[in-house]
C-alpha cells in the first residue's frame, strides 16, 4: 500500500469512473480513490489517514449536493494535516467568484476545466504529484518512474548541493 492518496470527489458516478480510469498508471505508487460527495472525501480521507496514508492530491468538483467542492478544499486548506495537499479544482461550473476564493483561500495549485483531455489531466496530476513528493520525501530517486524525471534529479542533484555547503 502506498503512503499517499489521491482523491477525485465528484457526485457524477460516470465522471470518477473516468477519472479513475485516466489516472491508472499512477495505482503502482499512489492511493487512487473515489467520493461522490463532500462526506464521503471526509471518510475516505480519514479511514487512510488511520493506515498512515496522506493525502498528497485532490480533484475535486466544484456543484455538489449538500457541499460545494471550493468549501471544502478551504477546509483542507486550514486543518494542518491537509494543508499542503496539492488541490486541483476539476469542473464545469465555478464561476469566476468561486475560482477566485479558491485560488485565494484555498490554496488552488491548479483549474482544470471539464471535459477534459486524458493527457491535460495526467500531466497536471504529474506535476502536482511531483511537487508533493518533492516537498514530503526524502529519497526521491524511486519516484523517478512514475513523476516528472526531470523536475525529481534536478531536486535530488539540488539536495545534494544543500547537503554538501553546511
Request: proline letters at 3%; hydrophobic letters at 45%; one cysteine or more.
Amino acid at each position: 500500500m502506498s503512503q499517499y492518496l489521491v482523491l477525485c470527489v465528484d457526485d457524477e458516478r460516470d465522471v470518477l469512473d473516468s477519472v479513475i480510469d485516466d489516472l491508472q498508471g499512477f495505482t503502482d505508487h499512489f492511493e487512487v480513490e473515489a467520493a461522490e460527495s463532500v462526506a464521503e472525501a471526509r471518510e475516505v480521507i480519514a479511514e487512510m489517514a488511520t493506515e498512515g496514508t496522506e493525502l498528497a492530491l485532490i480533484l475535486c468538483d466544484h456543484i455538489m449536493p449538500g457541499e460545494l467542492g471550493v468549501e471544502f478544499l478551504i477546509e483542507l486548506a486550514n486543518q494542518p494535516e491537509t494543508a499542503s495537499t496539492r488541490k486541483v479544482l476539476l469542473t464545469g461550473q465555478a464561476g469566476l467568484e468561486d475560482t477566485v476564493s479558491a485560488v485565494n483561500h484555498a490554496s488552488l495549485h491548479y483549474y482544470l476545466a471539464k471535459p477534459w483531455q486524458k493527457e491535460t489531466l495526467v500531466s497536471v496530476v504529474t506535476d502536482q504529484l511531483t511537487s508533493y513528493v518533492i516537498a514530503h520525501e526524502t529519497n526521491l530517486l524511486p519516484w523517478t518512474s512514475v513523476l516528472d524525471t526531470p523536475r525529481i534529479v534536478e531536486a535530488v542533484n539540488r539536495n545534494k548541493w544543500d547537503i554538501g555547503a553546511e
